[in-house]
């Protein structure tokens, strides 16, 4: 079926000429990297972790969510879902991949990715989550490509693959909460130190990756003449509000906590984020342009008429995206560590060397699912599908 991606007019070839570029470039830059190490970066000895983390924890969520269309399709028989099914685990595949490669060049040397599984710890939840990540790939992989191998040609998907969908739905909520416990175990860092992270990590994914997936739809009948239906649109818009409610109403329990509270430890992170601290105030513009797209979503979201129409849902996802992007990626990460553990506010900000490689791995994450949806709907006009 890879030769139907072979097949296509200048507008797709143009795309993945442009992504190309973008990859080679981000490619140097991660050469320059190799060679020099992380020291190009604007990480340090107390913000270890920045912009490559960040975009690995806001794209696990994207990957989770793919189980938001495969529960409704493969287990309540949501026949509405068909033409989306596969979006979304094609979606889950180029966000691991993504995923992937962000904790590939955070590492620094690569052979210490060897080094996970060569010397495998338990105890390590750095390791539980390299495997559950591998894991949640090969289920997507195996399950697209024998359910769709099924669907050209037109028999029933085996027997055996059944399991295996459903063993994909608790493995697909197992990759974010394991991410989640990756933050909330380091006890030294009290802005991570709670145990509503990780459902907080789910509703955020449950809102953004169907939100991300309702963009591609939108997109894919624009310009691929590909239209999965207004009603999967609308179920679709259904779940990210409930899911971004859901988010916000975790947000506000984790500000009321700290501030009513009043414990420095706690209050000083939240300072930082909204206000600023010792003249560092980097993420206060972009937090309070994070709120300010939230509440906007919410707004277009609740209401039925305004979430009906595909022009305004398709904004309010964009809202959505670029809101949950910010909060639960840098947001998220760089204000654990600021301030240090011994209240040192370090002031850190991505390098351009940082910011050419995210660029470039993200094209990646498009390159491979421009080429996947291009197959999907190749196939899907040769067989008729409707």
């Not at 070839?13 to 190490?37: E, R």
């Not at 000895?45 to 924890?57: C, E, K, L, M, S």
């Not at 269309?69 to 979606?91: A, S």
């Amino acid at each position: 079926m890879i030769e139907k991606a072979l097949i296509g007019g200048k507008r797709y070839w143009g795309w993945l000429a442009v992504l190309s570029v973008v990859i080679i470039l981000g490619l140097l830059a991660y050469l320059k990297q190799f060679n020099t190490g992380l020291a190009i970066t604007g990480l340090s000895r107390d913000v270890p972790w920045g912009f490559y983390i960040a975009q690995f924890t806001f794209l696990v969520g994207v990957a989770a969510s793919a189980v938001m269309v495969v529960l409704p399709y493969y287990l309540h028989n949501f026949k509405d879902f068909g033409k989306m099914t596969i979006l979304g685990e094609f979606l889950a595949i180029s966000s691991v991949i993504m995923c992937m490669l962000f904790i590939f060049v955070d590492m620094g040397n690569p052979i210490r990715i060897v080094n996970v599984f060569l010397h495998p710890t338990p105890h390590s939840l750095m390791f539980w989550d390299s495997v559950v990540l591998m894991g949640y790939l090969l289920l997507n992989v195996v399950i697209s490509q024998v359910t769709f191998n099924s669907e050209r040609k037109g028999i029933a998907p085996p027997k055996w693959i059944k399991p295996v969908i459903v063993l994909s739905i608790p493995w697909a909520v197992s990759i974010h909460t394991v991410t989640a416990f990756l933050y909330s175990g380091l006890a030294a860092r009290p802005f991570w130190l709670t145990a509503i992270l990780a459902p907080r990590f789910l509703a955020s994914a449950f809102a953004a990756g169907p939100a991300f997936l309702v963009i591609l739809c939108l997109v894919m009948k624009k310009f691929a003449n590909y239209d999965v239906g207004r009603e999967p649109l609308k179920k679709l818009g259904v779940i990210i509000a409930y899911a971004m409610s859901i988010n916000i109403f975790f947000v506000l329990l984790e500000l009321f906590t700290a501030l009513y509270s009043d414990i420095p430890e706690h209050m000083h992170h939240f300072e930082y984020l909204f206000f600023g601290l010792d003249g560092n105030d980097f993420l206060v513009p972009f937090m309070w342009t994070s709120e300010i797209l939230a509440v906007v979503s919410l707004v277009l979201l609740l209401v039925p008429k305004l979430r009906q129409n595909s022009t305004l849902l398709g904004l309010a996802c964009v809202t959505v995206i670029v809101s949950l992007w910010i909060d639960k990626g840098m947001g998220l990460v760089i204000t654990g560590f600021i301030p240090s553990t011994l209240g040192q506010v370090v002031k850190y900000v991505p390098t351009l060397p940082e910011l050419m490689i995210t660029i470039s791995i993200y094209a990646i994450g498009f390159l491979v699912l421009t080429v996947l949806y291009k197959v999907a709907i190749a196939v899907r006009e040769e067989i008729g599908y409707k």
